[in-house]
């Protein structure tokens, strides 16, 4: 059985600042968010892909905040600050960590993280 649709009905894609979840969503995405800057540490520390985990960490809280209105810039400024004075002259993010690291082998993983941090 197909559900019924209003007449008319036209489904319009929304921007992060046109959602505006209420009761106990936003209550969960808040408990997430407050995790997720509690646990900045743990989550942006340099793992040997570039900028992949502050990348997701500033994509995913700035996310979150965007969705229910909560200002976090004094909580991802400073990460994305770090992350840009992480940058080397030739764009690479952590390349002075990268490049001597053998273990990274042909380094196509690296690219993945820098894409993050763009």
Do not use: C
Request: charge should be neutral; hydrophobic fraction near 40%; charged fraction near 20%.
């Amino acid at each position: 059985m197909r559900p019924v649709l209003a007449l008319g009905y036209q489904q319009q894609p929304l921007a992060y600042n046109e959602v505006h979840p209420a009761g106990f969503l936003a209550d969960r995405i808040n408990l997430s968010l407050d995790k997720l800057i509690l646990d900045q540490a743990g989550h942006t520390g340099y793992l040997g892909w570039g900028a992949d985990q502050i990348g997701r960490w500033i994509g995913a809280v700035s996310a979150q905040a965007a969705v229910i209105g909560r200002n976090v810039e004094a909580e991802v400024g400073p990460k994305a600050q770090e992350l840009i004075r992480a940058q080397d002259a030739h764009g690479i993010f952590y390349g002075d960590k990268i490049r001597p690291d053998t273990s990274v082998g042909d380094k196509l993983q690296v690219w993945f993280g820098q894409g993050r941090a763009l």
